[in-house]
């Protein structure tokens, strides 16, 4: 059973993990968000202290971004409140009122996936793994992958979302944004976010900007890990939610078995891939491609990780094996951000490190 002398263990034996003596790990920054404050308080004590970097951010993104698609986003901003329910529109305006950056430029960054995940992208986010140990545990990590990486990790941090003084949800994501890439309901279960590439970019933007029928993919991890849902039926909602953009969720929880690759659509699940420890899948890789097709030469991050986890051996994964794992080239690669390692089952064990490969 983990407590608080292997945690600290576990931290000493990361630091001295690493591919290479050039690379380094630092912790994420951790926060607290009170979910007892107002809508438009909560980030404030953390959105002005990086004021500089969600302006460089912004900067990087939009030479990105279509001049036309800025503008309809921009035009949003005064009508925020109709594109985004509660909580999550007074969050927007409480950001922008504590920064001086405009609505329209936080719903922006609020936006980044659904703009950049489309067919033939040149970006491409992250490698998932979730395991499960000889004795049951869940385990499950990730790389967070993306182009404007440096601007990216200046804006990494932890966020222990809190309630009546204690943590009710964590999330590892980008200051400014208010949902979150990789998170955790402790004693529940665990999701990150992989980039699946689909369709044209202007599917995305009528989705989300148009229709008004698809959802913000990080949005819906933070209502998923905000509920407190079975896995199944966080599963469920996860898979059966509509989405502005396609998209894979990794999902853990807490007993055997309870390990799931989802592969969505704009509609719904196309796929649910689950650990089966027993049959002798006791780990599931996902990168950025459909688990049933094969990666290309040029980007298969999958075979390294498989090749790393089935010589690590399910008898000795535990979360430094798995940092290990996530550390090894090209697992771990230039565009890679952050890493997170976790376990539902011991919520403690929630860490993220800033890389610098």
Known sequence: MWNSVCV?????????IGPGSSETSIPAKRYTVNLDLPEQSRFHDIAVLYIPEMQNLLSVFKKMVPGFVLDIVA???????????????????????A???DVGDVVLANLFYELTAYKNSP???????VAEALNGTIYHGRNMDYDFTDALRNLTVVIDYQQGGKTVYTGTTFVGMVGMLSAQRPYRYTITLDERDQGGWWENLV??????????????????????YTFEAAVGKLAYSPLIAPCYFIVGGTTSGQGVVITRDRVSAVDLWYLNALGGQWFLVETNYDHWTTPPPDDDRRDPAIKAMNATGRANINAPALFSVLSIPPVMNNGTTYTVTMSAEVPELFFTWVRYP
Do not use: N, Q, W
């Open 207 to 228: 989705e989300a900007l148009v229709e008004g029928t698809g959802g913000v993919t990080s949005i819906l991890i933070r209502d998923t890990v905000a509920g407190d």
């Open 8 to 16: 600290c263990m576990f931290l000493c034996l990361v630091g001295a």
């Open 75 to 97: 035009a949003i901003g005064p009508e925020v409140d109709k594109h985004f329910r509660a909580p999550y529109a007074g969050e927007m305006i409480g950001i922008a009122a």
């Open 99 to 101: 920064t001086g950056i």
């Open 123 to 129: 970006t491409k986010a992250c490698t998932s793994i």
